[in-house]
């Protein structure tokens, strides 16, 4: 039974913890810890979110319209603060530092969120696809008014007919070789460009996705720039709806696109990855029509990133609001005569909140991970072609990370505006806009349930390297079409089996007898569910091939552990950056915030694998007292966070003013 | 293994089912056998909701003060129909009809959700208040203009200090025998009467619940009728101040209210169940405070009957608008060249959707039992102390029904909006309204943590009938204080485990060798569950105080425990609710929906299973095949109900008008 009583491995920096003892934060080295590198970015930032306060009252008071104009007002004065450009060149006024951009990005994510969602919009999505998917041509002409926001514009993909198969968008650019014009053509309501931001009131020019014909051939999704407005009024051939309200993000005027046989001159193609000469000629030094497309969203990866790292950030705001308010707010006496007893002195609500606290470490460490491959891979090799690896593994772990943490800021708020009860549903208080306004993030940059499956698909194709050039969206297509059989035949299910057994950390008897709180005990039960879960996939679709099924039923059945696998590899890789991050902390961490940052990682790894615990136990890696075992250990761990709690929210540092909850804390 | 499999039994009416041969749904027999006894003032509201269609565009286009006021319009336009007072009595203009009066109230919560809030704050909740603890006096003077509209009143309860613990109000009524008058005043802003509907702008009279105080003696909460508008203008005395906006229901006007020593006449008092005689002398047939105190809350328990079943049928709204979006929205191919597949035709897309659409139908009918129950409660026994074991198992009920069912509202229109996708999105479609204006459900007519603590003290006084007559919603302190002794040493734990041992239909082994698809071990699923959960909190709360430890320490701990005994108890009760009904289905309806309405339940008792294995998993009463098992039952399930899902959320009945999406269906 010894092995039951989950006791703290010797090297546990948490064992002398207990509640009669708890860890004294030091608030301010944390938040240097957490803000990391980028600390002086997140301090501009945070500086700049205290000045234009007054946007997050201004949101319930303005109109649209008004709020809109407000909205573009405050991010033009923002963008002359330099924060909302860093991630474009320094020669066009921009900072040079993608890094810094998604870390300020991150940092805006505390304050209003159409402000920060206007930002994405014009210097990420737009700006950035000037940027990755133009040439000097195209930078030249725009990216300077771009970066300093006298050139709004419109980042058009999405259709009303197609969001996640981007590849069969409807919109068509015919190639005029007499003219040297590309003539963009909206084929029908369904091939419309939809919930454009920028598009219904303050864009001018748009970055336009369309199906590119050349003499009669069709040759893919391209980009080409249109301009949608001139001098104010909207230009001749196209026509524009606006999207009217929304749930929240109101300050953001999103609205449909038709193109009615509008020509636009050569030059507009962005042309970096592909281009047609003057009499007619396609060219591309990409030669597969799905390598290139892949390619060229692949460069626009940092709009995910970004969304990610916000999703966190908004759910600290709701975090920070809660755990204030519960010690603060009391409710029933303990014992009779007594003083009403503190919400966060209750256990189930310690519960409710305590670990989510300890996922947002998680996440906030994980997102740290994505950002920097992201900068990594963007400073290191601005070519097509070079760091295909490294650039895969980008795009995956931030399809993923995008896709977990934006859940996680949905869940987080609900939770959090429901533990403060009435008072949460006031619109004066912060709730009702965060909820409102953050609902869209697992839909857009990439609905969460086809991004996971993006991931389950390069998981797959890991071990069958010859495939990886294919599609990288379209994972529906890619699994039940041709591959199914190819990748899985290739894919030995035996050899990752082995694989499995390869990790466990020795013995059959490991997941019995190791501590509960050796991370590499936590982390060894993650990796052991993502492989086993990803080799159960591979098992399904093979199995079903193999038995001559319809290639579509047979996805369709394995779907769900599709998404499963996804996930467990997602959590696996948060888990890692926790330890890691954990096992390389600074000398000069104070003992208390390194006992605390300690207890936030076991939390977080338990409750983890708690949620999980009916898979583990199916699959013989959790006995039944083991189980109950983690259970008690989380309840302990809320016990032990709890005197901490309000040090751990504060550490985030957002700002007084974004804490708008005046009822609550 | 042949346990394994998961055959239906002989006698199941599923069995003969395959994705090759759905059932045939009658659709309009469906539908009425779901509006059962109501019917006919289920289509009145029918009616009613189409003719007031326009409301769900006016309640994004009119600004707060005018679509206020355009609520108060269509309320009363409704009164005048004769829908919104069905509760109160005939001789008053009422319709008499307890039961219809929550059926009407029910299917209102189709339509704009400001209209149904407002109905129940002006009928159910002011009304029911008048009618429940007021007197002949009280009746004449106020019902008729109540019923009809004429007179807008409050139910002032709550306060910003106390939401949950309402015994600890702090406003103050004292008598003064010489003016024999009451006075009322606010203890201070923590005592100010918050978050109540009609008092910023339309309410005349308050129901105002108060600390009475006689001859210098506190005599617990009372309610009194107080007039906070004279002629349009806030009474002398009255403050009071507007909520402003909210996250949604803006066209309820909450405010919050202080008195200042605001005299009104002795007969104010609403005395039922106590009365002050002229010269200061307290009386009450109920000796017992916290007794009198919880007769006097439980004869408000249609209230929390009325939003569970509302919060049921807004689920539904979004249920459908999503099922049908489902079957006409594609996106990607199965296989090259193939038309895009229909997002119902994916596994993870019925795993998101239709367990959801069995909870529902699951919900529907344990909201007819409560229902009913209510109706029988109030129609057979007029008089406070008659029934009393009845009223209680009401209360119970009614307190689980409403947590249980409006965190389903919650968490399936949330997965609706997702579902959608970017469209969903718009304020155009429903589901924006939808999301802000269900998500105080959770909290209003009783927070669901702290109700399902209620239930859950129920549970456990059972063991112990001579301490029903403790607080009904203190259950903290209950447990907590005195009672966690006590009541513990009288439940024998003992007992409690071996009434866990007769639950079980025959035989150690009877859980790995009955059908999964017999709902007999279902229902003893679910039943050990809830016995051996109960019993688990009484042992902790026992073994916690015989340890001498502080009782709030113990209580804190356990509290996980003691909801999730609740909420396993409610479980068991909705699945019981729904095989009634399958074995008392007519002898006339239509065999097609009698194999649907088996799937449904068979799936939503086999995904509740699911949802829990892990804990089944833990206590020995599910083995690992057998969980896979169900497992693979529930998508089994899921394709089996895939080529009827519109069919049955057609059979709900919803007013297409109120299907408001445009773009979606």
Known sequence: MASDTAAPTDTAPTAAVDTANPPEVDVPALTRLLDGAYADVRDLVRDNLATYASVLEEADELGIDDFRDRVREVVLELAATGQTALGLPEEYGGGGDLGASVAAFETLAFGDLSVLVKVGVQFGLFGGAILQLGTERHHEAYLRDIASGRLMGCFAMTETGHGSN???????????????????????????????????????????????EVGGRREGVHAFVVPIRV???????VRIEDDGRKMGLNGVDNGRIWFDDVRVPREALLNRFADVTPDGAYESPIENPDRRFFTMLGTLVQGRVSVGGAGINAAKVALAIAVRYAVRRRQFEATPGAEEQLLLDYGLHQRRLLPLVARTYALHFAQDVVRTQLHEVFSAAPEAGSGEAARRELEARAAGTKAIGTWHTTRTIQECREACGGAGYLAVNRFAALKADTDVFTTFEG????????????????????????????????????????????????????RVR?????????????????????????????????????????????????????????????????????????????VDRMRALPDDTPEGNRVALGLLCDLFALSTIEADRAWFMEHGRLSVQRSKAITREVNRHCRLLRPVAVDLVDAWGIPAQMLRAPDLI
């Not at 001098?231 to 051939?237: C, F, H, L, N």
């Open 166 to 212: 981007v590849q069969a968008l409807g919109t068509v650019a015919t190639y005029d070789a007499d003219a040297r014009e590309f003539v963009i053509t909206t084929g029908g309501d369904q091939a419309r460009k939809d919930y454009i931001g920028n598009a219904a009131r303050h864009g001018e020019l748009a970055v336009v996705f369309a199906q590119l």
């Open 231 to 237: 001098g104010g009024e909207v230009a001749p051939g």
């Open 447 to 498: 609905d969460n349930h086809v991004l996971l499956q993006l991931v389950a698909k390069g998981l797959l194709t890991d071990y069958a390297s010859e495939f990886e050039d294919l599609d990288q969206l379209g994972m529906v297509r890619f699994v039940a079409g041709l591959a199914v059989e190819t990748v899985i035949e290739k894919t030995s299910v035996h050899k990752l089996l082995e």
């Open 502 to 578: 390869d990790l466990l950390p020795g013995g059959d008897e490991w997941d019995q007898e190791a501590g509960l709180l050796d991370s590499e005990y936590q982390l060894a039960m993650l990796r052991f569910r993502e492989e086993h879960m990803l080799a159960g996939v591979a098992r399904r679709l093979k199995r079903g091939v193999d038995q001559g099924l319809d290639p579509g039923a047979v996805f369709s059945e394995a779907q769900d552990h599709v998404v499963g696998a996804a996930r467990a590899h997602v959590e696996r890789l948060v888990l890692e950056a926790f």
